[in-house]
């Protein structure tokens, strides 16, 4: 078998804490009440548990085999489509808190969806996960087994990047629409509520831009620790998110 980056191993930990975190919150939000804003968050926090088991199968196993790697290859693009899935149920949610159901602009949300969608398409059109060696060199399949240590990657370009920075966009609206139901309530109990859940959402794409920028500059020391940092960030998103249904 190949010899995998133990650096990947050790980030199993605190990706569990996250997909267990999400799942709770999921769950207790889901099942909280009768109400579609709760079916969306609840779904929304269970995409983003796509993504993040994802992450335990591709960067562990992507050399297994030739068909494996294929298989992680479309993984990969599951992953990008449930990230994407997850900031535009959060977007529909906090529409549906400003408006009501009854009053939210279905045409404008269709558009959105549509737009994000096809950002999804071209993200997975321009990048695709290999496998590499420690210096950097792409590895035949031939070489997978025999090398030192084996590092699935994915070539991610400035396009790509661009790319995955776009879904915050879905993120900043959600923020906004929350933000002017705080300003437009005299309830302390609920501002105190859209304040949780206004810091759960944004440390989300906080976390994304966090990860984007540490990718970008290369970082290759003490790695554990930086990308550990990541995962609190989106840890501490769903704690947030969970506290924002609490009764004050």
Known sequence: MPVYDPVEYWLYIPKFIEIFCFFITGIIIYKKRAYIVNKLFGSAMWSWNI????????????ADSVLMLQVVNVVRDIQIFAAITFAYLIYIAT?????????????????????????????????SIYVRNVEGNVLPPSEWESASMVIVATNINLFFGALMLFPTILYILSIMSLNRVKKG??????????????????????????????????????????????????????????SSQLKM
């Not at 408006?99 to 602009?105: E, G, L, P, Q």
């Open 51 to 62: 993504y993040t088991i994802s992450d335990l199968i591709i960067w562990t196993h992507g």
């Open 185 to 242: 309530t005299d309830n302390q109990a609920l501002k105190v509520r859209m304040n949780r859940l206004i810091i759960g959402i944004s440390l989300l794409p906080i976390g994304i831009i966090y990860f984007a920028t540490i990718l970008g500059l290369g970082i290759v020391t003490n790695t554990i620790i930086w990308f550990t940092l990541g995962r609190l960030i989106w840890i501490m998103g769903s704690i947030f998110i969970l």
């Open 95 to 127: 529409q549906i808190i400003e408006h009501s159901v009854k009053a939210i602009n279905r045409k404008k949300i269709i558009i959105v969806g549509t737009i994000f969608y096809v950002l999804g398409i071209l993200m997975i059109t321009n990048e």
